[in-house]
């Protein structure tokens, strides 16, 4: 029976080791060529003052492009104060990525364009 | 004791499936977000030109890598490129719609500035409509005073060249104009020959033959350009 216990204490700790080693390890990631192998916290923080930067130079027009670039800095933001980069990192690009369309968007209704 | 161990066993094995920040079905949604804004950019035929390369490739690829993080169950990743791959699209679509109105303009510009285009080469409107004629003698044509022999046609005077380059700048932006040219001469083969000279220069510069419609006569050695159907608003 103590053996029994002893196993089964050994199995659950490796398990959780495990589960954490899975959910943080830098696994080379060679197909994408944007989305890095690891992100550090100055990345995260690199890309949050990009998405800042150009969330700033858009200023709030009330578009859902621009709506959606709040939603994903703000979660950006969230995910640093986490302590997930990646996360962090992947929520500011996405922030960046929607501002830039919010621009193009902005652009092309003025001209009266669909 | 059994089943505990066995629900760690099959704990630890779909641990990896469950990690990350975004959940199965968010990333699902998204990529069929990708799919269809990719869907969408591809059934504007009339943009296909002026779609920019990179980002509508860009929009294609990521597209893929979503689709293949989503059967790889890497949501993270999937959501991603996912969200990135919509975007692209939707960047595509906007720079290939103002990428066209730029065209449009110029081309409407262009239209605006044919009145004085033409003008400025030596032709006449009739009245208010869109028939310009223009009549132009050997000195306009070759910068010669004199006749020449039939087989010693000089080369179009430097002006003349500039004149058909203007022409040929509004015929090719306007397909459906019509040129006739009457052409005369001493003797027909005269006349034949002045106009073949400008019509190969037209041709030159991209003007097709079968819209040049050709008549020679005798008379007084010059051609005389009439262009029908100019579209000048």
């Not at chain 1, 990345?43 to 027009?61: F, H, K, P, S, V």
């Not at chain 2, 179009?156 to 700048?169: K, N, Q, W």
């Not at chain 2, 932006?173 to 006739?180: D, F, G, I, M, S």
Request: net charge positive; with cysteine; aromatic share 8%.
């Amino acid at each position: 029976m103590r053996q029994q216990k002893i196993s089964l204490i050994v199995l659950v700790l490796s398990t959780i080791l495990f589960g954490i080693g899975c959910g943080s390890a830098k696994v080379a990631d060679d197909s994408p060529d944007i989305f890095p192998s690891s992100v550090e916290k100055a990345d995260a923080d690199a890309a949050i003052a990009d998405a800042q930067t150009a969330y700033n130079a858009l200023g709030e027009d009330g578009s859902a492009e621009t709506g959606k670039a709040k939603e994903f800095l703000d979660k950006a933001k969230e995910y640093a104060n986490d302590k997930e980069p990646e996360a962090a990192w992947a929520a500011a690009i996405k922030a960046k990525s929607f501002c830039a369309l919010s621009k193009l968007a902005r652009e092309t209704r003025s001209a009266g364009l669909k | 004791m059994k089943k505990i161990l066995t629900a760690i066993v099959a704990l630890a094995f779909f641990a990896p499936a469950f990690a990350g920040v975004i959940k199965e079905s968010q990333a699902k949604r998204e990529v069929d977000d990708a799919i269809q804004a990719l869907a969408a950019m591809d059934a504007r035929q009339e943009l296909s030109t002026f779609l920019p390369q990179k980002e509508a490739y860009t929009a294609r690829t990521y597209c893929n890598k979503a689709r293949n993080f989503l059967s790889d169950s890497e949501y993270d990743k999937a959501s991603f490129y996912a969200v990135l791959s919509t975007n692209y699209s939707k960047i595509s679509l906007y720079k290939g719609l103002l990428a066209k109105a730029e065209k449009d303009k110029l081309e409407s510009a262009l239209a605006g500035a044919v009145v004085p285009r033409l003008k400025s080469v030596g032709f006449k409107r009739k009245g208010s409509t869109g028939t310009f004629t223009g009549t132009f003698d050997l000195k306009a044509i070759y910068a010669i005073k004199r006749r020449p022999q039939v087989d010693a046609i000089p080369a179009l005077g430097e002006d003349m060249v500039g004149r058909v380059g203007e022409l040929a700048g509004v015929l090719n932006a306007q397909k459906e104009v019509k040129v006739t040219f009457l052409a005369k001469g001493g003797s027909e083969d005269h006349a034949a020959k002045y106009a073949d000279s400008i019509k190969t220069a037209l041709i030159e510069k991209g003007i097709e033959a079968a819209r040049i419609e050709v008549q020679t006569k005798k008379g007084k050695d010059s051609v005389e350009i009439t262009l029908d159907n100019v579209h000048v608003k």
